[in-house]
């Protein structure tokens, strides 16, 4: 066994027992926090400040126009301070963001995607913090919003009312999200991450000192991984030393970035009653999470090329400090959970890696998926398996006692229509393009990777780049900007409507002909329709970038 095998396996083996640990205890948690009867004092003065009526329980209509109108107010606001940087306190000689980019960015950050076509030192202290981390905050809490009422639509019986969004919102932050980050950033500062305000004197390797900016970036940098974001404080990202140290944050950032979707089927089990359906949603997305770091690791472990193979190992573009162990791990666990951040640079990975990534995307995210949109994403996929069986044996299909017809499977077809459409129509249409041909660096199946994956980013929320595209060109940054907000913001108003439909619902009594939904055959069977879906949507684009590169 070579050493970056063992070390790739003792890394992974941490990381799983880890979330594991967390697993049962987390999701018991996250479900008492979203039934909970009594507010905290803190909540009661938000719930005021708001003005809003927190024992109201919203229809699902009054549900979505609660997060559309929320998230408008976010993305107008965040729009407002990156034009008006100049005048913020310390906005460190930073000049406003020209209108594209600034919509490209508010865009960003208020769909939980953090694609950044700016450099992260661009941007003043005041910018990084009132802009955004708390946008890193609010968008990752509306994702879990989303999850938690589709999980009472599930749940519910006889209405449509999914409870109060602006009381989850509240919650969220305050009982999940701002606790855990105030443990977190403390761990990152002793461990070496970087929390001031001021710019550090660094001797450069000729001797030289260079002036290098500082920043709050502990506590901006535990939110980012936390509410799977990704943006970066600086523009290298998770790979700046002042972001990510050490082996030690390298680790603990794959964690953070995991620990909250894999907690959500626990859950969702307990919500619902049927902790073993939530175990089964869990077994879902860590058989395919496990079944893609493996693909990944072992094409850049292959070290195909004649660099490479000289070096022993796919170097180029890797932090020697994680190695490529270490950025196979990161790269996999950001791309399947709508995470931008990266510690290595995602167009040095091997063709067929970097495929990989790309794939995990167009799956949907969803194993273990972003905060929230991993798990209604993944309910959504195994509504559809169950469809499928259904029609296999020629019955009406069901899951939890609800019954799956024409209104809900249309929800669901929108649904996974909706990206894949954003995906390739941009894709194809910007590649027409003059600009964009100029902005790619390289052509062929290289050029069509780069663009692929940057609208795969985008309308998946993800927000990783691939390197190589100069994205910041007005076509594009209205463009991707636009796909940010589709793909976010269509598809949760689906869901909602989807839980609307299945709340209204009684229960149907289980039969013999009923499929349980708890044990492997489900397991596989939707494993197996979550592959084959985005193989065959996006497997003729990934034959003429990246399949053709590699082979």
């Known amino acids: 066994m070579s050493p970056d095998l063992r070390y790739a396996l003792i890394q992974g083996a941490i990381i799983i027992a880890v979330i594991a640990i967390a697993y049962r205890p987390l999701g018991s948690y996250l479900a008492r926090v ?3 009867k009594d507010d905290l004092v803190v909540e009661r003065w938000l719930y005021r400040t708001l003005g809003v009526d927190q024992h109201a329980d919203q229809r699902w209509t009054a549900y979505a126009r609660s997060v559309l109108a929320f998230s408008f107010a976010s993305f107008v606001a965040l729009y407002a301070i990156l034009r008006v940087q100049p005048v913020l306190p310390d906005p460190l000689g930073a000049d406003s963001q020209h ?11 208020t769909a939980n995607t953090n694609w950044q076509s700016y450099s992260g030192e661009t941007l003043g202290y005041a910018a990084q913090m ?14 879990i919003c ?3 009422a589709l999980v009472r639509g599930l749940s519910r019986t006889g209405t449509d009312r999914l409870g109060n969004f602006w009381r989850d919102l509240v919650r969220c932050m305050v009982r999940v999200l701002l606790p855990i980050s105030l443990v977190g950033a403390t761990v990152f ?11 550090v004197d660094v001797a450069g390797i000729t001797g030289q000192g260079a002036l290098v900016p500082g920043g709050p970036v502990a506590s901006q940098e535990v939110i980012k991984l936390l509410g799977t974001n990704g943006g970066g404080f600086f523009n290298a990202n998770s790979a700046h030393p002042f972001e990510n140290p050490n082996v030690f944050t390298n680790l603990l950032s794959i964690v953070l970035i995991l620990l909250i979707p894999f907690s959500l089927p626990s859950a969702f089990g307990r919500m619902t009653g049927k902790p073993k359906q939530g175990l089964a949603i869990a077994a879902v997305m860590g058989t395919i999470a496990l079944g893609s770091w493996t693909v990944t690791l072992a ?8 660099a490479a193979q000289a070096a022993g190992a796919a170097l180029e573009g890797k932090e020697l400090r994680f190695g490529v162990s270490g950025a196979s791990i990161f790269s996999t666990a950001t791309t399947l959970t709508s995470t931008g951040a990266v510690d290595s640079m995602h167009s040095s990975n091997t063709p067929l890696s970097g495929g990989m990534l790309i794939l995990n995307m ?4 969803i194993a273990p998926g972003g905060v929230g949109s991993g798990l209604y994403g993944m309910l959504v996929v195994a509504i559809l398996a169950v469809f499928v069986a259904g029609l296999m044996v020629g019955r009406t299909p069901e899951f939890l006692g609800k019954q799956i017809g024409a209104r809900e499977m249309k929800l669901v077809a929108l649904y996974i229509l909706t990206t894949p459409a954003l995906v390739l129509v941009g894709t194809a249409v910007a590649l ?14 290289r050029g069509l990777t780069e663009v692929l994956y940057a609208f795969t980013s985008a309308s998946n929320n993800n927000g990783s780049a691939f390197a190589g595209l100069g994205a910041d060109i007005p076509f594009l940054n209205t463009a991707l900007g636009l796909a940010m907000l589709i793909g976010r913001f269509v598809p949760i108003v689906l869901v909602l409507a989807l839980a609307g439909a299945f709340g209204s619902q009684r229960l149907r009594p289980t039969t013999d002909g009923t499929l349980r939904t708890v044990g492997p055959l489900f397991v596989g069977l939707t494993v197996g329709v979550a592959v084959i879906v985005a193989g065959l949507t996006f497997f003729p684009a990934l034959a003429l970038g990246p399949l053709a590169e590699g082979l």
């Open 34 to 36: 979203f039934t909970a």
């Open 99 to 109: 209108p594209a980019l600034a919509f490209n960015t508010a865009a960003s950050f």
């Open 130 to 143: 009132a802009g955004l981390t708390v946008q890193n905050f609010v968008s990752a809490a509306v994702g």
């Open 146 to 148: 989303v999850a938690i």
């Open 189 to 199: 500062m002793l461990a070496g991450v970087i929390q001031n305000f001021s710019a």
């Open 299 to 306: 094409s850049e472990l292959s070290a195909s090329g004649a």
């Open 362 to 365: 167009a799956i949907g995210e």
């Open 432 to 445: 027409t393009l003059p600009s964009v041909r100029e902005a790619m660096s390289a052509d062929g199946p």
